[in-house]
């Protein structure tokens, strides 16, 4: 059942964004190209983007009222890597940006970026690359001592992988392998958080097009280290709401698809304001949105970041549904549409 809000907002517009966004590298710290993007499609729906010294970025949504300004931050920073060192062999020893298990990434093409701007494609292999080689390549741990990325170049020395202009500090990226199906799933790496971009992007087209304010100013806060931890550790001091748009999780005990929008009650940081909680709930239940109400017990957020660093703002979390968060992450249009739906209901009551 779709609500009032939720049938208005542009599906077209907010998968074409989301393609954009997921085609764009970004792991945490090397977020340049990626804040250009939402720089230059904030200003065509007519809002600038302030960048903080961190590389954070912030639009400001003028509303009817100026008192308890809400907060709204998610953030296009992706999981990654980064070169540690270059084997005897020309293949590249990595260390994980973000938290993610290295099974998830064995066999996954990548681009090395290197200082000089070249980007050097390449291929994440164990280091006992082939059974028909190494016996026990099967029952070898995948661990990072224990996995290598394959340039695909002649190289075959570390000298060799040196002249092509790599080195220690290169960021490495995963190729998200974006798919957009027909009927409505969507499948790529990077879905945390850049669904949730999305669905912001889709509130900015709607309010541009209906020519709506929201009640109150609103500050959007797209944040470029997050999946390291700090990414919204500053938060304008105006700012009373904070609402984190951010993946969903799902699995276990938890009761969210893929098709809703997961609102967090607890995260590993502790609970989120219960006021702020109970709003969005009756506002999904107004508005006739598919949720949930979940615990993540082994999840932190960009809210959570603010609250430890002593933001006195009260925070809340929602996200569309993702499943296999930190893998090869699926989600549905229908859940980043009802996201952006909640949102509004909230910005505009």
Do not use: Q
Request: hydrophobic share 40%.
């Amino acid at each position: 059942m779709r609500g009032r809000l939720a049938p208005s907002l542009d599906r077209a517009y907010i998968l074409n964004m989301l393609d954009k966004l997921l085609r764009t590298p970004s792991p945490s710290g090397f977020c340049m190209a990626v804040m250009e993007l939402v720089t230059e499609e904030a200003a065509k729906l007519g809002y600038s983007v302030e960048r903080t010294p961190k590389g954070n970025g912030i639009i400001v949504i003028p509303g009817a009222s100026e008192v308890d300004p809400i907060g709204l931050t998610a953030h296009v920073d992706t999981l990654g890597a980064m070169v540690r060192s270059i084997h005897a062999d020309g293949t590249i020893r990595f260390t994980p940006i973000g938290g993610y298990a290295m099974h998830t990434v064995e066999g996954e093409y990548c681009l090395v970026h290197t200082r000089s701007g070249r980007k050097v494609e390449g291929t994440v292999l164990s280091t006992k690359t082939s059974v028909h080689v190494y016996p026990d390549a099967r029952d070898w741990k995948r661990e990072e001592a224990n996995m290598c990325i394959r340039l695909d170049e002649l190289t075959s020395s570390k000298e060799e992988t040196e002249k092509l202009g790599s080195a220690p500090g290169d960021f490495i990226s995963w190729d998200p392998r974006v798919r957009m199906l027909d009927n409505g799933w969507i499948k790529s790496r990077h879905l945390d958080d850049k669904a949730s971009v999305a669905a912001l992007f889709g509130i900015l087209e709607w309010l541009k097009r209906e020519g709506r304010t929201p009640s109150r100013n609103v500050t959007i806060i797209l944040s470029t280290y997050e999946e390291v931890g700090h990414g919204n550790a500053y938060v304008p001091d105006d700012i009373t709401e904070l609402i984190a748009v951010d993946m969903g999780a799902i699995g276990d005990d938890l009761s969210a698809t893929e098709k809703d929008v997961s609102i967090c009650a607890k995260d590993s940081s502790g609970p989120y304001d219960y006021g702020m909680t109970t709003r969005l709930i009756d506002l999904a239940k107004r508005e006739g949105l598919p949720y949930a109400v979940d615990i993540y017990p082994y999840y932190g957020s960009d809210a959570s970041a603010a609250l430890r660093a002593g933001s006195n703002i009260r925070a809340a979390l929602i996200g569309p549904g993702v499943h296999a968060s930190h893998g090869m992450e699926r989600t549905h249009i229908d859940a980043i549409v009802n996201t952006a739906a909640l949102l509004l209901a909230y910005m505009m009551e």
